[in-house]
């Protein structure tokens, strides 16, 4: 059965430009438009889609608005279309923060200069969010924690359920002390996932963290930030010759690649020019490998949701020198592709859920 998707933008043009590369595909059929978040609503109720794309400024009521409305009545995972600019990056987080699960760029041309590239990666994403569905994660989806929170507005209250989360019996021998660095990975579902684990780490981590998120140039600093006030550790996006400090976290800037490298004791970050045909900008196999070759056995790397196998060939050369591995489990993940090729290579030394990862990640170390 082909995933039905609701298209709502107040664009006669985008909406037909856009139905046409979705039915393209026999796996999916556009049951439906709507023309700005009111009709969204009434659109999403009655026919019931299984994936809804929506754009952010649209009058009578705006995408987040919509966004909101829909999570309340009738749960359904949503795709969203975002400028590529500082102004496009906030609204984007905060129609994550409504719910949406991902995010494309609406001028396609951001995405590929080929318009077969551009309807492979629309449809690849719609479909995989269609025969998903919403996580089964409740602080994702039922609850609908705030994604982005001051450190003002994080009280003990919210600090001691993130104590309180149940941790899974440890798979593997305690290896605590031995670590000098942790790196996540992670894409599709990364930016909540991110906001679930290291609000549960506290100031006074003792490591470094190295982040990949496959995001734009335009969003990884402002993402950073919105971090950075949420968290008890210091976020920031990674700059090169950044020196790597304990309570840390630094995210890899969009449309580069970062490095670990080393120079006697002190470890530093080294940001160079993606290459062409490197697919993912930045790309988790890259800083996996340099750590990998960096530090053998001396890490412990977590890939969690997100599309694909990028991490899997990093993974491979941090375990083959002795590194730790975890991958978020398939319930709790918006995809569950990159943890999905770690698992099944057998590389993983935990699976955890996605309200695991932080707390046992603070006891870990």
Same mark, same amino acid.
């Given at each position: 059965m082909a995933v039905r998707v609701l298209a709502v933008d107040d664009s006669g043009f985008f909406l037909r430009r856009l139905t046409e590369m979705l039915n393209g595909d026999p796996r999916i059929e556009v049951v439906g438009t709507a023309v700005d978040g009111r009709d969204a609503i009434r659109k999403t109720q009655e026919l019931k889609p299984d994936v809804i794309t929506m754009d952010i400024e649209m009058p009578v009521m705006d995408g987040i608005s919509a966004v909101r409305r829909i999570m309340s009545i009738q749960p359904t995972p949503v795709l969203m279309f975002s &400028?590529? +600019?500082? !102004?496009?990056?906030?609204?984007?987080? $905060?129609?994550l923060e409504a719910g949406a699960l991902d995010y494309l760029p609406k001028n396609f041309d951001d995405i590929s200069n080929n318009r077969d590239e551009v309807a492979k990666v629309l449809r690849s994403r719609v479909w995989m969010l269609g025969i998903r569905g919403l996580p089964k994660k409740p602080s994702l989806?039922? $609850?609908?924690?705030?994604?982005?929170?001051?450190? &003002?507005? +994080?009280?003990s #209250?919210?600090?001691? &359920?993130?104590?309180?989360? +149940? /941790?899974? *019996? /440890?798979?593997?021998?305690?290896?605590?002390?031995?670590y000098r660095l942790v790196a996540i990975g992670t894409s599709t579902g990364g930016p909540v996932a991110?906001? !679930?684990v290291l609000t549960a780490l506290p100031r006074e981590f003792p490591l470094p963290l190295?982040?990949?998120?496959?995001? *734009?140039? &335009?969003?990884t600093d402002a993402f950073a930030k919105r971090l950075d006030q949420m968290c008890a550790i210091h976020v920031k996006e990674a700059s090169d010759g950044d020196v790597l400090e304990a309570g840390t976290a630094l995210l890899a800037p969009g449309g580069k690649q970062m490095l670990v490298t080393s120079r006697g004791d002190q470890l530093k970050i080294k940001i160079q020019d993606s290459e062409p045909g490197q697919?993912?900008?930045?790309?988790?196999?890259i800083t996996f490998t340099s750590i990998a070759e960096t530090l053998p056995g001396? #890490?412990?790397?977590?890939?969690?949701?997100?599309m694909g196998a990028d991490g899997a060939q990093g993974a491979k050369l941090l375990k083959q020198g002795g590194?730790?591995?975890? /991958?978020?489990? !398939?319930?709790?993940c918006v995809i569950y592709g990159m943890p999905m090729a770690i698992a099944k290579e057998g590389l993983a030394d935990q699976e955890l859920s996605l309200a695991d990862i932080g707390p046992q990640l603070a006891e870990s170390v």
């Open positions: &400028s590529l +600019t500082h !102004e496009g990056a906030q609204a984007t987080f $905060e129609a989806v039922k $609850e609908k924690k705030p994604l982005f929170k001051t450190k &003002s507005s +994080t009280d #209250s919210t600090k001691a &359920s993130s104590k309180k989360a +149940t /941790v899974r *019996p /440890v798979s593997v021998a305690s290896r605590k002390g031995s991110l906001q !679930e190295v982040i990949v998120q496959h995001m *734009p140039a &335009s969003f697919n993912y900008k930045p790309c988790v196999d001396k #890490s412990l790397s977590i890939v969690m949701t997100g590194g730790d591995i975890w /991958v978020q489990d !398939e319930d709790s």
